[in-house]
């Protein structure tokens, strides 16, 4: 049974470009959270997908966007990075049918350094 | 005030002792609880979850949830050197999709 997969594992990238995250959730899951996760803290929650819909957002600037594909895989784009966007980001799914829904499986993250 | 506060430690433990994590959270109406197991430069492990006052055991883990005083806490008892991890306190606040995470205690297993 496959668990949350992310890719890539390392990015280094520069001020002002863009990238884009991908993630596969865990089989049998259908929604899609990402976070942020910067050095000594503790994950920041960017947004969720079901249903291929934005479902939530939390405060992070229109530079974050995101996408949810039929087969709920799911893509995290960063538009004009800034330095302060290096981190790690943490991709989880979950089962929103089950009874414990709000349990989220991570992947393993996608570091991100901004030079 | 944040969302979630736990004590940033570190703290540091001998091996076979009892460690002892605690969390608090603002939103009264959360109602679920998780505490996450993070290893350096992994991603986030779950290792409890809890939903109604009192304990919950599972193995050498116990969580112990107050709901009254919006207070969270795990402990670990007979620590092993393979405990040590930053251990992360999540919350579902009330009528919320998202989790909230506190910035997480680092705690040391002295061998």
């Known amino acids: 049974d496959a668990g949350v997969t992310q890719s890539p594992t390392h990015l280094i990238k520069t001020r002002g470009q863009q990238v884009t995250l991908r993630c596969s959730p865990k089989?049998?899951?259908?929604?899609v959270s990402w976070y942020q996760q910067a050095l000594g803290q503790g994950p920041q929650f960017i947004f969720q997908?079901?249903?291929?819909?934005?479902?939530q957002r939390g405060n992070f600037p229109d530079r974050f966007s995101g996408h949810q594909f039929p087969n709920y895989s799911s893509e995290l784009n960063v538009n004009a990075l800034l330095l302060g966007d290096s981190a790690l980001y943490l991709c989880?799914?979950?089962?929103?049918?089950?009874?414990?829904?709000?349990?989220?499986?991570f992947g393993s993250g996608t570091q991100l350094s901004v030079l | 005030q944040k969302e979630v506060e736990q004590n940033s430690g570190p703290l540091s433990v001998p091996e076979g002792a009892i460690a002892s994590l605690n969390c608090t959270y603002s939103d009264r109406g959360s109602q679920s609880f998780f505490w996450y197991r993070q290893y350096s430069g992994k991603s986030p492990e779950l290792i409890m979850f809890?939903?109604?006052?009192g304990d919950k055991e599972d193995g050498r883990f116990t969580a112990q949830l107050n709901k009254a005083s919006q207070y969270v806490s795990l402990l670990i008892r007979d620590s092993q050197p393979s405990d040590s991890a930053t251990y992360l306190c999540a919350v579902n606040p009330f009528n919320d999709y998202k989790l909230s995470f506190g910035a997480g205690t680092t705690v040391t297993v002295r061998a």
């Open positions: 997908y079901y249903e291929e819909e934005e479902r």
């Open positions: 089989s049998g899951h259908d929604t």
């Open positions: 809890i939903y109604s006052n």
């Open positions: 989880a799914s979950s089962f929103i049918g089950g009874l414990e829904s709000e349990k989220l499986f």
